[in-house]
């Protein structure tokens, strides 16, 4: 099959847009902020430097946003075991639960346009999710 990946990039770039606006929480955290509590559950706890790097933001925007999760009980702050100069950011059991309390109302938010949609379309999608998670580099759940 021959396919113009820079065609399927704009499509998928289109139906990530999309949605991201059907699964978007209005209110609460900001993207960067999820995704710095989603990159501690998956790593681990981390140097303030390293999830600046990781989310693509500079050290004092993260140092600002790591201050105000810390404020709300979502990350604390841990001296690094191996060097007691460093601080780690680790995710707190309430950073945790806000995370897992998100996903499942993305996924009650997607539950009602997946069932509207045709069995045929369902098995496709089930069937790309796991080339969509490699493309993506998240871990595929079972």
Same mark, same amino acid.
């Given at each position: 099959?021959?396919? !113009?990946? =820079?065609?399927?990039?704009? @499509? +998928?770039?289109? &139906? &990530?847009?999309?949605?991201? =606006?059907?699964?978007?929480? =209005?209110?609460?955290?900001?993207?960067?902020?999820?995704?710095? %509590?989603?990159?501690?559950?998956?790593?681990?706890?981390? @140097?303030?430097?390293? +999830?600046? &790097?990781?989310?693509? &933001?500079?050290?004092?925007?993260?140092?600002?946003?790591?201050? *105000?999760?810390?404020?709300?009980? $979502?990350?604390? *702050? @841990?001296?690094?075991?191996?060097?007691?100069?460093?601080?780690?950011?680790? %995710?707190?059991? /309430?950073?945790?639960?806000? %995370?897992?309390?998100?996903?499942?109302?993305?996924?009650? *938010?997607? /539950?009602?346009?997946?069932?509207?949609?045709?069995?045929? !379309?369902?098995?496709?999608?089930? /069937?790309? %999710?796991? /080339?969509?998670? =490699? $493309?993506?580099?998240?871990?595929?759940?079972?």
């Amino acid at each position: 099959m021959d396919v !113009d990946r =820079r065609e399927l990039a704009a @499509r +998928l770039d289109d &139906v &990530v847009i999309g949605l991201r =606006r059907l699964t978007l929480d =209005r209110q609460g955290l900001s993207l960067t902020a999820a995704a710095t %509590l989603l990159t501690l559950r998956r790593s681990g706890p981390a @140097r303030l430097t390293d +999830l600046a &790097v990781a989310e693509g &933001v500079s050290q004092p925007s993260m140092t600002a946003l790591i201050g *105000r999760l810390t404020t709300t009980g $979502l990350v604390q *702050r @841990r001296t690094d075991p191996g060097d007691g100069r460093a601080v780690l950011i680790t %995710l707190t059991d /309430a950073g945790a639960d806000l %995370l897992d309390r998100r996903r499942e109302a993305r996924a009650v *938010r997607l /539950a009602g346009p997946l069932a509207g949609l045709p069995d045929d !379309d369902v098995r496709a999608i089930t /069937a790309a %999710l796991p /080339a969509l998670a =490699r $493309l993506a580099g998240v871990p595929t759940h079972s």
